[in-house]
């Protein structure tokens, strides 16, 4: 089932638009997870932690899931193909595992310190929440570079349905032209 233009074109927008955001969000958890852990300020620190928690639970599963959703959409409606083309299969399998550390690790992490800062408990290791939203930051800049550059060429699904789509040559039907 191939997508009709405006449809491929508006699953198109919401898929950059969507990932895009994720990114942000990142940047944005990388800074606050920054400030947590290098501040003075109690309040800063509570603050840093409650606004992650809120990014965390509010909004990075859905703008995962939906990245997720219309990357899918796109790789099954247009020709790319999901596992025709390495860089669409690679980004899949990336989307699909930093959703998975977003609600699995990330999450639970961002919730525990949350809870401790405003029982007025210092944070076990505030650092450790620095590493997972640089994590995703590296994986959404390689994401990034991949969907840009298309590398690697077909998978061998992506080779035997190109080659068994190439219709054969009817050499009585061949005429010179010159």
């Not at 990336?94 to 408990?121: C, E, H, K």
């Not at 997972?132 to 991949?146: G, K």
């Amino acid at each position: 089932m191939k997508l009709r233009r405006s449809a491929r074109r508006a699953f198109l927008v919401a898929h950059v638009t969507f990932s895009v955001s994720w990114l942000g969000l990142s940047l944005g958890l990388l800074a606050l997870a920054v400030t947590a852990a290098t501040t003075g300020s109690t309040g800063a620190m509570e603050a840093s932690y409650r606004s992650m928690k809120v990014f965390t639970d509010w909004l990075i599963l859905p703008v995962a899931l939906i990245t997720l959703g219309t990357g899918l959409v796109l790789s099954l409606g247009t020709r790319w193909g999901l596992a025709q083309h390495r860089w669409v299969y690679t980004k899949f399998w990336l989307t699909l595992v930093t959703t998975a550390a977003s609600a699995f690790a990330l999450r639970p992490g961002v919730n525990d310190a949350a809870a401790q800062a405003v029982a007025g408990v210092p944070v076990e290791s505030a650092a450790r929440l620095i590493a997972p939203p640089l994590v995703s930051l590296s994986a959404y800049a390689f994401m990034t570079a991949v969907s840009v550059l298309k590398p690697w060429g077909l998978t061998r699904r992506g080779r035997k349905a190109r080659s068994s789509a190439r219709k054969p040559v009817d050499a009585e039907g061949l005429r010179q032209t010159a």
